[in-house]
């Protein structure tokens, strides 16, 4: 298992709420991602990160925001939650351009 | 633009018997090729890679893939199957001057029955 943590696992909020889902990493890797996966089905980039202070969108347009002040932290805002936001989201990190290792992901649903 | 697909929602084997799960894959330049599992309710785990070097991949609990760069693929395959393989599994794909970001296949849900 990678040293990659997400909180909470499970979260359950009701529409109009700001959430921060927490990502965690102790391995010192200079690259961070989101993803967002429905269940059971493909993975889709949202977010990226290639060190302090850098963040870019991926792939798929996200209305969440991201921050990286710190190396190993890379949390993820919602500012107002609604139930097109239920999913899963995955974080995961790299050194460099080599594997990416993944946390247990967050599962959100926004009654 | 790259992509990768495959083409199996779901493949069913018998345990003991050996498995593939299909992958193909576009992209500009020589690929960086991934394959992961995903069990219910958690995190994707790598696998195996390929970079570069032997077409034939070894990776972990007893995986192995291989890259077919004239038929642009790198099927995952298993000689004998465990009903505990049984799980999602992502192939993806990192082309040249992409920094660490990865395109995932849509996944391949693997069933093996005893």
């Known amino acids: 298992e990678a040293d990659i943590y997400q909180t909470p696992r499970y979260l359950v909020i009701g529409t109009g709420k700001k959430i921060t889902l927490e990502c965690s990493q102790t391995m010192g890797h200079d690259k961070m991602y989101w993803y967002q996966q429905d269940p059971g089905m493909e993975l889709h980039l949202i977010h990226y990160s290639y060190g302090v202070n850098s963040t870019e969108k991926g792939d798929l347009s996200s209305e969440s925001t991201v921050s990286r002040i710190r190396t190993e932290h890379f949390p993820l805002t919602l500012e107002s939650a609604r139930p097109s936001h239920t999913s899963q989201y995955l974080c995961?990190?790299?050194?460099?351009?080599?594997?990416?290792?993944f946390g247990a992901g967050t599962r959100l649903s926004v009654l | 633009a790259q992509s990768v697909a495959q083409p199996e929602d779901q493949v069913n084997v018998a345990e003991g018997n050996p498995l593939t799960v299909k992958c193909t894959y576009s992209v500009s330049g020589n690929p960086y090729l991934f394959w992961y599992v995903q069990y219910p309710n958690r995190g994707l785990q790598f696998l195996l890679k390929?970079?570069?070097?032997?077409?034939l991949v070894k990776g972990s609990y007893g995986f192995e893939a291989e890259f077919n760069k004239s038929q642009t693929s790198f099927h995952l395959k298993k000689p004998s199957a465990l009903v505990s393989d049984s799980a999602l599994y992502f192939c993806?794909?990192?082309?040249?001057?992409?920094?660490?970001?990865?395109?995932f296949g849509q996944g391949t849900e693997l069933s093996v029955k005893p």
């Open positions: 995961a990190s790299s050194v460099g351009e080599n594997i990416q290792y």
């Open positions: 390929y970079i570069t070097g032997d077409n």
């Open positions: 993806a794909v990192r082309g040249y001057n992409q920094g660490g970001k990865l395109i």
